[in-house]
């Protein structure tokens, strides 16, 4: 791989910075251009038309500034417009949802997986009908309170705590009444692996010895198989810029939370409405 290797990587907001965070070891030697379309989030709420738009458009502006590979680091837009995308921008894409799912798929010791995601990727089945391709049977729960409590900070929270004991003791119920027994819980949205630790306790306190996967960290992964590259273990050489649509001095602050180092500088975008 080239120094000078350029990989975009595209989400509506911050979530997406956890599988930046995941790419800056795995392929150090690359410069990343990282955008979050913050004007426009969240995309559940809009149409799948309007969503592909806006994700054709953010792709096409990553391409044009020189990214050699694009990875959608956003679910909502992998799972309803990645064909779009790619149909779109003349570079390798990349998005969250089948790296997750296959990373169940070696975590798991049956065919049962629970996926947590936000209300708009469980209404979008796209785990469940990926999952399916790879033999497993996924359960779905949509955990709409997680994302505010994470970009609240309140990653180990009591709140956090009380908030994910319900969706958990709630999917392993509904599974249980469908005879099923989760061996790996995939964590199917982008903010989630900063509670991986958390959901991974409550798991052991309601009785569970499912394996947690974090799907930022697969499809860091996923980009590191598809580039053929050895395995890597330092951020030395690695440099980043990021784009917001909004407020950047808000992107800065959260986003140093979710890359877990500090974001010095962040570039105004307008793509328009």
């Not at 505010?148 to 009444?177: C, K, N, S």
């Not at 580039?227 to 980043?240: E, G, K, Q, R, S």
Request: proline share 5%; charged share 15%.
């Amino acid at each position: 791989m080239s120094p000078r290797t350029t990989i975009g990587v595209f989400d509506s907001g911050f979530g997406g910075l956890t599988v930046l965070r995941a790419l800056l070891p795995l392929v150090p030697n690359a410069h990343y251009i990282y955008l979050g379309d913050t004007a426009r989030l969240p995309y559940g709420a809009k149409s799948q038309t309007t969503i592909a738009r806006y994700a054709v458009e953010s792709a096409k502006f990553l391409e044009d500034n020189g990214a050699d590979r694009l990875v959608i680091a956003c679910n909502t837009a992998t799972a309803l417009a990645l064909p779009d995308i790619t149909d779109h921008v003349g570079i390798p894409v990349t998005g969250v949802i089948a790296p997750g799912a296959q990373a169940a798929l070696a975590a798991a010791t049956n065919t049962d997986i629970l996926v947590l995601a936000t209300a708009a990727t469980v209404a979008s089945h796209a785990y469940r009908d990926v999952a399916a391709t790879f033999g497993l049977q996924a359960h779905e729960k949509a955990c709409p309170l997680l994302v505010p409590l994470v970009e609240e900070g309140w990653t180990q929270h009591p709140v956090l705590f009380d908030v994910l004991r319900i969706y958990l003791r709630e999917a392993l119920d509904e599974m249980r009444a469908l005879g099923q027994t989760p061996s790996a819980v995939l964590l199917g949205c982008t903010h989630y692996p900063l509670i991986a630790g958390p959901v991974a306790e409550l798991l052991r306190e309601l009785g569970s010895d499912a394996r947690v996967v974090d799907s930022a960290d697969a499809t860091a992964r996923a980009v590191t198989a598809a580039m053929n590259l050895p395995a890597a273990t330092t951020t030395a050489d690695a440099t980043f810029n990021c784009y917001a649509t909004d407020s950047v001095e808000k992107f800065a602050r959260l986003g140093s939370l979710f890359l877990q180092r500090e974001i010095a500088e962040v570039q105004l975008l307008d793509l328009g409405g």
